[in-house]
Every structure is written in C-alpha cells, then in structure tokens.
C-alpha cells in the first residue's frame, strides 16, 4: 500500500460515497469504472423499494433468457474485472463506510473475486439407452432476493452475482445497512456496464435504504423465486419461515485443535493467519483453540514468536469487559452480546482498550481461558484469541463441539495422526474441516478449491456455486434409438 497516494483514495472515497447520498452528482472516474452518460448517475439498479427492484430484476430476466449462456458469461466476466480493477478503490469506499477490517484484507478479497465458480460449473448430463435418450438440465429459478452482511458488502455481492447470473437468474439484494452505500456503489457499476455490454438494465438490483420492512418485502414479494441469506441467527430464522425456498448462510463459531503431534510452529502461525484475517470478520476464522496439555507451553511460545500479543488474565478480564455487552429478554434472563464497537477492530486498537500493546501489523491478540469464557463461547469477530489448555485429544474434541453450538459450519485441526483426523472431522460434522492449514485454505486460498462469501451450512448446501441456484430438470424422449444395438 505504500505505493497508493492516500490522498487521491481518500478523494474517491469521499466522492464515491457522496454520490450515493440524497442527491445524485454528475459521476467521477475516481473509482476506476468505465464512464458513459447514463440516465441516473450513481443510481442504475438502485431502488426506492424492494417491490420496483424486484418488478425491475424480473424483467431483466426475460432479457437475459433470451442472451442465453453467452450473456451469462458476458456478465461474469465483467463483474470479475471490475472487481480486480477497482480492488484498491473499492476496498477503502468500503472500509470507509463500514469502519470493520483491514484495508489490505478487503483488497485481497476483491483480488480474490475473478475465482469465483461462474458459468463452467453449469454442464448438463446425458443418458442414452434402448428406452430412448434423458437429458437433465439446471435452470434458473428466475429473480433470488439475496441478503447481505456488512463483514464482506462488495465481495460477497459479487460473489452473488457471479454465482446467481451464472445459472441464469437475475437477483435484487437487501443489504447490511451498515454497508448500504458502497453495495449501491458496485451495483451501479456492474449495471452500467452490464448494460453498455449487453444492452440488458437491472440485472443487478439493490434496495437503497435496505431496511427490516424491505426484507421483509423481498420475502413476500411474488417475483421471489428463491432466497438466498447470509448473516446472523435472526435475518436466516425469518428467512426460513418466509414461505419461500431459502438458502441459508448462518452464524459459526469454528474452534481449532491442537494435538501432540502437530507441527507447532506452523499450526501457530495458521492460526494467526486465517484468524486475524480482516480482524476476524470471517465466519469460516478460527475463534477458540483447544490444545492439549502435552504440547500447551509449546504453542503459546510458538504463537508469541509468530506475532501474537499474549494478554495477561488482568488485561483479558478488561477487555472482556469492553467486548461484552447484556441485555435481558423478556423473562428477565441476561444474555451476552457483542459491542458493535470493537467488532473489526485492529489489534492495536484492542490492546489499548486493555493497557497492553500491540506493535503495528499485529495479527491476533490471545489470552488463556477456560472453555465457559465469552471469547470461547460467542463469535465475538475480534482479532483475539481464547486458548483453552484440555487434557488430550478426546477432550479437545469434545470441548470443540460443544463451542461451536452445532452450527456445522467451520473446524481445524492440527495433526499428523491420520486417525485423530477422522474422529474430529465425525465428530464436528462440519460444512469445512481444515487440517493443517489455515481456515482460509477451505475456500481455495493457499488450497485446492474454489472460494465462495455465502457458505450455506444452515440449509444444507454448503459452500455455494452456480449449481446451487439452479433448478433440476429432466427431458426425456422415449424410443429405440439405440443405433449402435
């Protein structure tokens, strides 16, 4: 980043996020987008209410029916390149609207977009025999209303849209309000040039003032195929009972183990790495880690040598105090809550909050807790790290389980005992079990695979694709064409 003028970025910030005010204003190339004269700067795809983006999207997708997979791909294309262009820029619109995360980790995950599954992953399958021939084929469902998290507003959009487009369906999004005015931003910037491409408007839709009652409208709305959310326990539970089909990206709280013989000075330094990524915004992120006592000296001293700042127990019990908020429900029982305040919040930033310091570049801050502590319990998405000393691997498992609720959503282990592998990933029963790597190689980064901002571990479908917002459908013509009988 030192090569970047700080000046220059912070004008396109302030002028990209001024444009998508009350007031449209005549459009900058700042943000490195291909500029035309469009009929509403800063606006293409933007609605009032979730009801004109949703009439808008199911008209685009007759259009885009009709440009067949060549428009699909077209679209995908676009969405990649901009994303990759407009990295740098975007990354910083975003940081600076949501005030979550690092600046270097949002660029790198814009970078990231261009390995999003697109239209390759839609191939029909054949069948021929002395009855005739079977085709099945994966359609679209039409328009999803797709909900987005503030953590990832640009990225996961454009994941979406890569995947959604892909198979064929157009989408409106409700996004976080949190992140509302730079998710405008990019889909003003994939319509307009979708639009000058294609000749196709409103592919891409966004509620610009996204509230409860436009979700809520999105779910009830008759040109909704299909939802698709990712978020908290709340917005995924009144999806589900919406009515309509949902897929649902939902909470995790992934814990990490560590056993005797795992490679200490790498399982550290992963952990910090795939952890502290964005400040532990990520839901797949490593949150807890159980090690066992054999080797439980071993790992604090190698985390403090790969760049960990360990709290001592005064400085966690303060910070602690600052991270946790309680509110009581309406029998009177207190329950924790996050501090809005510190979600996404740097290292160095938590350190003074608790009398300790942190050297710039910090990764993760990390304290030794016991497995009821609220770091351990809650996904607090705070670069700091509770380490839980357990007597062996059995009990490591067993503690992991417990703190991950039965989301099944994300695990590690270090290991080189192939069998103990097996028992966690029976165990733990998760939509991504990671050995020996980070929690980041689960989508693809630093291991094989491909990434995805939606991992559907509430619903079932796992880490989404283009194959997953499509329909199943089967053609058969019954006959004797077998002419090689």
């Known amino acids: 980043m030192s090569q970047i003028n700080e000046n220059v970025i912070r004008d396109v910030v302030n002028d990209v996020l001024g444009q998508l005010g009350d007031a449209p204003a005549a459009k900058s190339d700042g943000c490195g987008c291909k500029s035309s004269s469009p009929r509403n700067p800063g606006k293409r795809g933007v609605f009032a209410t979730a009801g004109q983006a949703a009439q808008a999207a199911a008209g685009a997708f007759e259009q885009l029916k009709q440009a067949g997979f060549a428009g699909r791909e077209k679209v995908v294309q676009i969405v990649k390149t901009l994303c990759a262009d407009n990295a740098v820029a975007w990354g910083h619109i975003e940081l600076e609207e949501t005030k979550i995360g690092l600046i270097d980790h949002k660029i790198a995950k814009l970078t990231g977009i261009p390995g999003i599954p697109g239209t390759e992953w839609i191939t029909p399958v054949g069948m021929s025999g002395d009855n005739g021939i079977t085709m099945e084929e994966f359609t679209p469902f039409g328009v999803i209303g797709a909900i987005t998290p503030v953590t990832h507003s640009i990225p996961t959009i454009a994941a979406n849209v890569i995947n959604m487009v892909a198979a064929g369906n157009t989408i409106v999004f409700n996004a976080h309000p949190g992140g509302a005015r730079c998710a405008a931003m990019a889909v003003d910037a994939f319509n307009e040039a979708i639009e000058s491409e294609l000749g196709i408007a409103n592919i891409v839709t966004i509620v610009e003032q996204p509230t409860l009652e436009s979700f809520n409208d999105i779910c009830a709305d008759e040109n909704i195929a299909l939802l698709c959310v990712t978020g908290g326990p709340g917005v995924v539970a009144a999806a589900m009972q919406s009515g309509k089909r949902a897929i649902c990206a939902g909470p995790g709280n992934p814990p990490v183990v560590i056993a005797e013989s795992a490679r200490l000075d790498k399982a550290a330094a992963d952990v910090l790495f795939g952890g502290g990524f964005d400040a532990n915004l990520l839901c797949i992120g490593e949150k807890q880690v159980f090690v066992v006592d054999k080797v439980y000296r071993e790992f604090m001293a190698a985390l403090e040598a790969a760049g960990g ?147 559907a571990t509430t619903t079932g479908e796992g880490i989404t694709t283009p194959m997953t917002f499509t329909r199943k459908r089967r053609c058969v013509m019954v006959d004797n064409l077998n002419i090689f009988g």
């Open 309 to 455: 700042v360990k709290l001592n127990p005064q400085q966690l019990k303060r910070l602690t105090s600052d991270a946790f908020t309680f509110t009581k429900d309406a029998g009177g029982c207190s329950h924790p809550a996050v501090n809005r305040e510190l979600v996404g919040a740097d290292c160095v930033t938590l350190a003074k909050r608790c009398g300790a310091k942190a050297p710039e570049g910090t990764e993760m801050l990390f304290a030794e807790t016991d497995e009821d502590h609220l770091f351990v319990i809650e996904e607090q998405m705070m670069p700091v790290l509770p380490i839980v000393r357990v007597k062996d691997f059995d009990e490591a498992v067993a503690k992991a389980k417990v703190s991950e609720h039965g989301y099944k959503h994300s695990s590690m282990i270090h290991t080189l005992n192939v069998e103990e592998m097996t028992a966690m990933a029976q165990a733990m029963d998760s939509t991504l079990f990671v050995k020996n790597g980070s929690c980041l190689t689960g989508l693809g980064s630093g291991g094989e695979g491909y990434g995805s901002f939606s991992v």
